[in-house]
Nanobody, 123 residues
Framework: QVQLVESGGGLVQTGGSLRLSCAAS????????MGWFRQAPGKEREFVAA????????YYADSVKGRFTISRINAKNTVYLQMNSLKPEDTANYYC????????????????WGQGTQVTVSE
């Protein structure tokens, strides 16, 4: 079992930055692809970004490309999401997830999920 705990969310003004962290415990993240997803009230969960086990490959939703950066430090069992130039439409609960499967963007392909951290971007 992999337990994931997100942190770093909060309230920020438009144009501001936040860095989310996702710490894993229970077992190593060895071999796991990691993803970030988000869900706003009344909307479906959507893919944000993903990173391969090695960290060499990354993939982003078009809506965040150029503004968000996903990274990981395997020695710390931690994944990060640096979010810059935040917009009100980025407001959501952000979840990290882990998978050993082939999925990059589909939430159903991820096996382990954190509880989420709230990000609110004010006008």
């Amino acid at each position: 079992q992999v337990q994931l705990v997100e942190s770093g969310g909060g309230l920020v003004q438009t144009g501001g930055s936040l860095r989310l962290s996702c710490a894993a415990s229970g077992r190593t993240l060895s071999g796991y692809k990691m993803g970030w997803f988000r869900q706003a009230p009344g909307k479906e969960r959507e893919f944000v970004a993903a990173i391969s086990w090695s960290g060499i490959s990354t993939y982003y939703a078009d809506s965040v490309k150029g503004r968000f950066t996903i990274s990981r430090i395997n020695a710390k069992n931690t994944v990060y999401l640096q979010m810059n130039s935040l917009k009100p439409e980025d407001t959501a609960n952000y979840y990290c997830a882990a998978t050993r499967g082939s999925s990059w963007t589909k939430g159903l392909g991820y096996n382990y999920w954190g509880q989420g951290t709230q990000v609110t971007v004010s006008e």
